[in-house]
């Protein structure tokens, strides 16, 4: 081994050590036991290079927030560019054209009659005021959220979020949440009574370990939310931004929310900016009370014109029909993998390039291990260990997802061969 490569190993294991010591200790020990202690380093498109020179396809992506890939070429310069214009993040008390482009940008591309907005900094804080603005519209403080639903980790999110172990250390948390199973419209209808003021739900559940609404659900809580008097929140920060083949995936069922969530991929990976969108009608609570909801670095001017030029690749690149494309390959390899291994592959779902693998028994941790020592990265769904996500930057290539899908075959060779 040569020195450079001496050096680069020696300076990953220093900064695993510091990570582990500094920032997070069980997060660097669970990554190390799925074969995941890498070191991101270089970065571009599809792919990331750990700090020893090992390359593999990025199938986690933040689970979403690199639907443009890696280090975009248009994002950094975008990012640059902003700054070389003498632009900074914007003084959050003041208004500023970029703010206000993203803003009719914002209700241009959001379902119908969705055309006011407030930007925040992460998924969570987008959350928390999609939330805050319901309670304070319908003047009913109790919200009705699913089970494995996952919408952040801030105060108003985490009180909606369906995952126990999340919630369990910081309750009690606050009043007037409800979880109920997802994709039961008639257990969502049971929950309502006069305290409730609106319902949020994934379209296609994230974390929860991608599982897909039923054909008749959205409809249904529309359908519900309009006979109650209810609002109805779509979070879409995993599901949104092309992910899925339509910029947003409550599109495949035609249905439209009366707030809904953005993030991740708004950022480009490059700058953080996230999105509650939301019907006009609701602006009254800003007419009135304009400084009720501030954000410091909500909005920043530099993330706006990030975010603005994200719009412009997805569509210039035609990042969505990609990810149809591309999931609609990676849907058929799973297929065939299931027909191979059946006794190991129980299901693969999701649409567009928001997959998830299921197998008989919780064998995700063994598989991220074979995956990653054949150059890939996936982790399994935090909410089951027997559910993996699959979530590739939207413009992989058909080359790359065989070679995902080669993996994902050997892996799974490799898994029977020892418990044979």
Known sequence: MGDEAVDAVAAKRQAIERFARHLNPGKARALAANGLDVLEWHREGAVVEDADGRAYIDCITGFGVFNIGRRHPRAIAALKGALDDGVDIGDFMLMSKPKADLGAKLAEVSPAGLSASMLSTGGGEAVDFALKLARATTGRPGVLSTDKGYHGHSGFALSAAGRLAFRAPFEPLL????????????????????????????????????????????????????????????????????RTGKLWASEHWGVEPDIMTI????????????????RSDYLGLLDKRPFVHLSTFGGADVGCLVALEVFAILEDEGLLESATARGDQMAAGFDRLAGIYPQLLKEARGKGLMRGVEYHEPIGPQMARQLASRGVLVLMSGNDPAIQRVMPVLGISPQQVDTVLGAFEDSLAAILEEKD
């Open 263 to 278: 993030g991740k991929s708004l950022s480009g990976g490059v700058y953080p900016i996230t999105a509650t969108v939301y």
């Open 175 to 242: 009043a007037d949440f409800t979880q109920v199973p997802f994709g039961d419209i008639d257990a969502m209808a049971d929950a309502v009574d006069e305290t409730i003021g609106a319902i949020i739900v994934e379209p296609i559940q994230g974390e929860g370990g991608i599982n897909v609404a039923p054909d008749d659900y959205l409809a249904g809580l529309r359908a519900l939310c309009d006979g109650e008097n209810l609002l109805l929140i779509f979070d879409e920060i995993q599901s949104g931004m092309g």
